[in-house]
């Protein structure tokens, strides 16, 4: 978004290789490599690695779920006090989607679809991808919790709560991952069943987030 003279070529070969034992990256080959401004590498006594806070709120939610939650629950309350004071239309599930969604299609589009023939085999191929993250936090697909709630309008991930939520958000950027590695669909269900229940098993036990819930 701000970086004009940003190298996507070398992004994508640093982003083929993330995830393997042997791939390895310093922040100040990032910088040389991709000609990033988002972030700043200095030797010396008074040096480091500093980064944009955008970068820095990044980092710090890819590491700790936890830290995540606190942001969006942070970005909730102060959305929801501009509504109240601009009557503004907001909703947190509508965000979070928007904010996956085209990382997801878009290695799904580009590591699926090329392979498929059939139009209809293309549209099965993203019900399928989207099912497979429903069936890896909720243990069904939106057909089977619809077919379980016949009398709910809504779907499955509007009934979900924040914890699932911010969880589904989290599973939506590791999938796009492992499709790009090019893992076969049956490992990355395993893969991302085994995240769904180490991070909501972190937030539920989370004592002091509890305290933010309304």
Known sequence: MNNKSFKP???????????LNSFTLTSKQWIEKTNAIGL???????????A??????????????EFKLYIIKEFQRLKEDENDRLSLEWNLQRTLSKINYKIHTDAIKENIVPNLISQS?????????????????FG??????????PDL???????????????MS?????????????????ERLI???????????SLLANEDLKKLDP
Do not use: C
């Open 40 to 50: 700043v590498s200095k030797q010396g006594r008074y040096g480091g690695t500093f």
């Open 191 to 201: 893969q991302l069943n085994k995240v769904a229940i180490m991070q909501m098993k």
């Open 9 to 19: 070529i070398e992004f994508d070969g640093f982003r083929k290789q993330a995830g």
């Open 52 to 65: 944009h806070k955008d970068i820095a709120f990044e980092f710090a939610s890819w590491i700790s779920v």
């Open 140 to 149: 069904m697909t939106s057909k089977q919790w619809k077919r379980e709630n």
């Open 121 to 137: 085999q293309i549209n099965f191929a993203y019900a399928s991808e989207a099912d497979l993250l429903n069936v890896a936090l």
């Open 170 to 186: 989290n599973m939506e950027s590791i999938n796009a991952l492992l499709i790009e590695q090019g893992l076969p669909q049956k």
């Open 153 to 167: 309008k809504t779907n499955m991930r509007d009934e979900a709560n924040i914890e699932q939520l911010v969880v």
